[in-house]
């Protein structure tokens, strides 16, 4: 199942070369919610792998953006001691423009431009 989430990119990690033929990359976004008039902000991290770590490189820190991941669970077990992780695995990212501030009109108003009045109200046309 595929999972989507939209909001600043405030990190870029380099990428990882965890072994000979496996490697990590990892970013993390903020993402903003207003509850009840406060604002909470959460900072996510994901992670990117393989011929996907380059996903990130055409971003800027500070933009906003959405992406597109996948939640995968791992059962890890070293001297006996059971463990899970969960990584937000990342697989697309698409630039995305910022909200319009309250009170602000996002679509501006343009007039179109006046043409200038013609002499005799014929056409200028030279044929």
């Known amino acids: 199942?595929?999972?989507?989430?939209?909001?600043?990119?405030?990190?870029?990690?380099?990428?990882?070369?965890?072994?000979?033929?496996?490697?990590?990359?990892?970013?993390?976004?903020?993402?903003?919610?207003?509850?009840?008039?406060?604002?909470?902000?959460?900072?996510?991290?994901?992670?990117?792998?393989?011929?996907?770590?380059?996903?990130?490189?055409?971003?800027?820190?500070?933009?906003?953006v959405k992406v597109y991941f996948n939640i995968k669970g791992t059962r890890w077990e070293k001297d006996g001691k059971v463990n899970y992780i969960t990584n937000l695995d990342a697989w697309r990212m698409e630039s995305v423009m910022a909200a319009p501030a309250p009170g602000t009109d996002p679509m501006p108003n343009y007039s179109a431009p006046q043409m200038p009045a013609g002499g005799d109200g014929g056409d200028d046309l030279p044929f």
């Open 1 to 64: 199942m595929s999972f989507e989430i939209t909001g600043k990119l405030i990190v870029k990690y380099n990428t990882v070369q965890r072994s000979e033929t496996f490697k990590t990359r990892e970013f993390v976004i903020e993402k903003s919610d207003d509850i009840n008039g406060r604002v909470i902000n959460n900072y996510i991290k994901f992670q990117s792998v393989q011929d996907r770590t380059g996903i990130v490189d055409r971003f800027n820190e500070g933009e906003n």
